[in-house]
């Protein structure tokens, strides 16, 4: 099957196949689009783009930081800064490196709003319909990074579900939050 095209539209897919930047996040590493191998008989290959490495509630902190920055409530935040590794070889990534205006710095672990189950809602009826998730084994390892980065503020932050409001709460080397 042979593709007759008119000028137009070969010059459209020549453009298309030509290197562009995609959109880029602040602390996010560019990405670019590759072209194609030439027209063959063979099957040509599909780039992909790379996976987003932040998840939806990070996107939106991501968001919510950039809109800090620019307000110049904050100097500056990166997005997954650095790793290390704590006890027993347990690794540990802060979501969110935040740099204050004083110049501390603040490590920012973002967690979801879960709605809480019947029972949770039965035993306390009057209080809030949702609540902040944090699995034992995150407590566990932001406890640790808090004992060994005691340089460092940690925050847990939470979008409220019905306000959109970014909510924190300190953590502290203790494991209290």
């Known amino acids: 099957m042979s593709a007759n095209w008119t000028e137009e539209e070969l010059a459209a897919h020549e453009l298309k196949k030509t290197c562009q930047p995609r959109t880029v996040l602040p602390g996010s590493a560019p990405s670019i689009v590759r072209p194609r191998a030439p027209a063959s008989n063979y099957a040509m290959s599909v780039t992909r783009e790379p996976k987003d490495p932040l998840n939806k509630t990070e996107r939106a902190y991501a968001e919510f930081a950039e809109s800090l920055r620019l307000a110049k409530l904050i100097r500056a935040w990166e997005a997954h800064p650095w790793s290390t590794k704590l006890r027993d070889g347990v690794k540990y990534t802060p979501d969110f490196m935040i740099e204050e205006n004083d110049r501390t710095m603040t490590m920012v672990d973002t967690k979801a709003e879960w709605v809480k189950s019947k029972a949770e809602m039965r035993a306390n009826p009057n209080g809030k319909k949702t609540k902040v998730h944090v699995e034992a084994d995150a407590r566990v ?37």
Not at 145 to 162: C, E, G, M, S, T
Not at 171 to 176: I, K, N
């Open 141 to 177: 390892r932001l406890m640790w990074a808090a004992q060994k980065f005691p340089q460092f503020h940690w925050v847990i932050a939470w979008q409220d579900r019905k306000t959109g409001e970014w909510m924190r709460r300190e953590f502290e080397p203790d494991g209290a939050l």
